[in-house]
């Protein structure tokens, strides 16, 4: 078993060719890297059955047993992935701004590569796969930390995709699954600050507030999301009931999901009754206040936790507030600055609420689950970040960047 | 004694308020603070001389007791800093990019304040007014952390501007100033992720290291520079005698001053006898490798020690190397990614250069005293951040900020 710290150091070292690699290059890496996915995929099924037949046996829920599983149709999404980032402009190597001063010096702002990313995840191989192509694209090295419990998967992912990456001309070292899954690996992990320049945990609340707690290497905190969709007295009820169904239903299970209506007093008993109506047989457990009990019968009561709660499951919390000042001020209790959403047709309201609402994306009539890399746009995404330090919300292939300022003289001291 | 978490969470309930501000209120705010400094100039020196008091009995150095003291002309400048910051422009609202999908939505990415900012520094009096109107202006409310050395020079500093920003319609508890400054009080200070969005650490290397160490709030690390200049065979050897003199003696004490000078060994005996000519009557104590010694007798012998240190002194480290090459190992090596200059006519020696070494920071034929956010046209500086994350190089007003997504549109759901 190599050490951790040997590994990392590994891919400081490769991150420095790495860094100024041509474009031509990179994607032909990713290519072949798709191209070697597919034609290992039998190899790749064998190897995963070893990890879904140890989760069998550990006790696995059918949920996170899904998950592990790799098939032909999840390799070839994989393979299609990378493909696609083969195919998206690199950001490495943009002036994003220049300027010249009074004494003659030109400044060049230079977007380049982080360095070595470190990334923490659960028992989802397709993230090896996923944060691998991220990372060379952008120019840098990467270091995954996965589960054991998806180990067999990841080696076999990432021992194709390093073959096929050094093959195309990527430096030796610049793919690192780390041997050491141990908890205590962790540990050591996140405080290598001489070797990484940023750790990106992937997974669940417990999963990410780990590593921020304990890492010194500066971390992007991602994806824990207890959303909100506030229905104000102007907004289209029947368009409104269709996007609170769509905030809740579509896919529970993630982080852009809503988690809790809050509706305006003045439209709550019509909007309720529509909105239960519709939800009832998607079979959406909802949990209201008082006042929402009151139009609402049967309703279960919501405690202080509901409002809290990232449910990621068929359950929705309801209150029904004054207006949009205790909407704003319900999210700023309990949001966790990932997505807010207001329906309305005041330009008061929806003012107040995109001005005064602090989250990473705000809709305004439009459903939470448009923050994603895919649906705005970037191409790709490496998680969603609910911090407010160097990316906020989607993180596509610029989020995985810094810049250099170049600055070029013909002789100037400081007077 | 307020207790931390209480003065933190004020700060944070203010930054809310702040954060959307007018820029008239915000400049007329940083206006009446510049007055007010000024129309008190005799109380602050009367309280700083309680610290220089204290200071001297306590035994600071001179460099010390000057960093610490107040004087007219110090208290003028500090207003002036605040009057200059009045006329910059607001970086906050700033639409900084936007597009319309192909569902219709339109997605603007709008500038906005961090929140609450964390500012931990040293006993330097002018931070706290600098600190106070940077945060202000950008939006953010500011919880400092000072010396107790300087206890009350801030204080006054910290309550003349309070009662100023809040006269000019500033919400109340948006300037915090800790009353704890002990250093458990630190502790305590790093980890309140639910109330700072970030801390900047200003000071010393230890300083510096030892709120990286402890800290889960996000942070950003300033200011430690081993820079280096590269005197390549085809630079103009009378122009590199007045940079590397420039660099290394205009302000000694500063992080962008330069420690080490690399030189090419084709010109190495030409070049060093200019140089020790030049910096010898200016009192800089030289320490070479063996090479440099063949040519310069007279000199210190350099260690390891020297190639690692920020002598922040007249000291000068130098190396022959071999050429551009070994230059930029040497700065992988011992650099700290602050400022690294390279002098020569030699374009692909300056594109190796420029491309290869990693730093906030590559000067061309220039001095390393350029990396500064006043000669970057920034107007104003909070520090130099030496990390790769949020923010490289000097930071000005955009880098205290963040940005959020609004997301508009009429209806649409997920498919």
């Known amino acids: 078993m190599r050490a951790i710290e040997e590994q990392a150091k590994q891919a400081f070292e490769a991150s420095k060719p790495l860094a100024f690699l041509s474009s031509a290059v990179k994607n032909a890496a990713l290519i072949q890297m798709a191209d070697d996915l597919v034609a290992h995929a039998a190899y790749l099924i064998e190897e995963n059955a070893k990890d879904l037949e140890a989760g069998k046996k550990a006790g696995l829920t059918a949920a996170l047993l899904d998950r592990l599983l790799l098939d032909d149709w999840r390799i070839v999404g994989m393979a299609e992935g990378l493909q696609r980032l083969s195919t998206l402009a690199d950001p490495i190597g943009e002036v994003i701004t220049g300027w010249t001063l009074p004494n003659g010096l030109e400044i060049l702002k230079k977007r380049?590569?982080?360095?070595?990313?470190?990334?923490?995840?659960?028992?989802?191989?397709?993230?090896?796969?996923?944060?691998?192509?991220?990372?060379?694209?952008?120019?840098?090295?990467?270091?995954?930390?996965?589960?054991?419990?998806?180990?067999?998967?990841?080696?076999?992912?990432?021992?194709?995709?390093?073959?096929?990456?050094?093959?195309?001309?990527?430096?030796?070292?610049?793919?690192?699954?780390?041997?050491?899954?141990?908890?205590?690996g962790v540990e050591t992990f996140v405080k290598?600050?001489?070797?990484?320049?940023?750790?990106?945990?992937?997974?669940?609340?417990?999963?990410?507030q780990s590593v921020v707690r304990n890492a010194t290497v500066p971390t992007i905190e991602t994806g824990?999301?207890?959303?909100?969709?506030?229905?104000?007295?102007?907004?289209?009820?029947?368009?409104?009931?269709?996007?609170?169904?769509?905030?809740?239903?579509?896919?529970?299970?993630?982080?852009?999901?809503c988690e809790t209506v809050l509706v305006h007093e003045a439209i709550a008993a019509r909007f309720l009754t529509q909105l239960a109506a519709r939800l009832s047989p998607a079979g959406v457990e909802l949990r209201g206040c008082d006042k929402t009990l009151a139009i609402l019968p049967t309703v279960k009561s919501a405690t202080q936790d509901d409002w809290k709660s990232e449910y990621l499951d068929l359950i929705l919390a309801i209150k029904i507030v004054s207006g949009v000042a205790e909407a704003i001020a319900h999210i700023g209790q309990y949001g966790t600055l990932h997505t807010e959403s207001i329906l309305s047709q005041d330009m008061a309201a929806i003012s107040a609420f995109t001005t005064q609402?602090?989250?990473?994306?705000?809709?305004?009539?439009?459903?939470?689950?448009?923050?994603?890399?895919?649906?705005?746009?970037?191409?790709?995404?490496?998680?969603?970040?609910?911090?407010?330090?160097?990316?906020?919300?989607?993180?596509?292939?610029?989020e995985l960047t810094t810049y250099k300022y170049i600055v070029i003289g013909n002789g100037q001291v400081r007077g």
Chains 1, 2 share one sequence.
């Open 112 to 184: 380049v590569p982080l360095g070595a990313i470190g990334i923490i995840y659960e028992a989802r191989p397709n993230v090896t796969a996923d944060a691998i192509g991220l990372c060379l694209k952008t120019g840098n090295s990467v270091v995954l930390r996965g589960s054991s419990t998806a180990v067999h998967s990841n080696k076999a992912i990432a021992a194709i995709l390093t073959t096929a990456a050094e093959k195309a001309g990527i430096p030796s070292g610049a793919i690192q699954l780390l041997d050491d899954v141990t908890r205590q």
């Open 224 to 257: 824990i999301g207890n959303c909100h969709v506030f229905v104000d007295a102007s907004a289209d009820l029947a368009n409104a009931v269709e996007i609170v169904f769509n905030s809740k239903v579509q896919r529970p299970s993630v982080c852009n999901s």
């Open 357 to 398: 609402v602090d989250a990473a994306a705000v809709m305004v009539n439009a459903s939470t689950r448009f923050t994603d890399g895919g649906e705005f746009g970037f191409g790709a995404e490496m998680g969603i970040s609910t911090q407010k330090l160097h990316a906020r919300g989607p993180m596509g292939l610029p």
């Open 192 to 208: 290598l600050n001489q070797y990484l320049s940023v750790i990106i945990p992937r997974g669940g609340a417990d999963l990410i």
